[in-house]
């Protein structure tokens, strides 16, 4: 038997969450995202280094959040 590492979860930006607290349809939305396109957007999210910039970037993650899409999915 192989052990496998389980990679922790990347916590979610203050931003994201205020947002998905802010708004039930997009965080049921979001728990229904696989874990990848979940990390997605949370890393996208998190590589702004400023709470604006980190807040523009929630904006224009929650499209394609609703679509059910990752932040790359086209």
């Known amino acids: 038997v192989k052990f496998v590492p389980v990679a922790e979860p990347e916590p979610l930006p203050d931003e ?18 696989t874990p990848g396109r979940r990390r997605s957007h949370t890393i996208y999210v998190s590589g ?15 499209p394609k959040i609703m679509a059910g899409m990752g932040f790359l999915d086209r």
């Open 48 to 62: 702004a280094k400023g709470t604006e910039a980190r807040a523009r970037r929630v904006e224009k993650c929650v």
């Open 16 to 33: 994201l969450l205020t947002r998905l607290e802010a708004d039930p349809a997009l965080l049921e939305a979001f728990e229904r995202l």
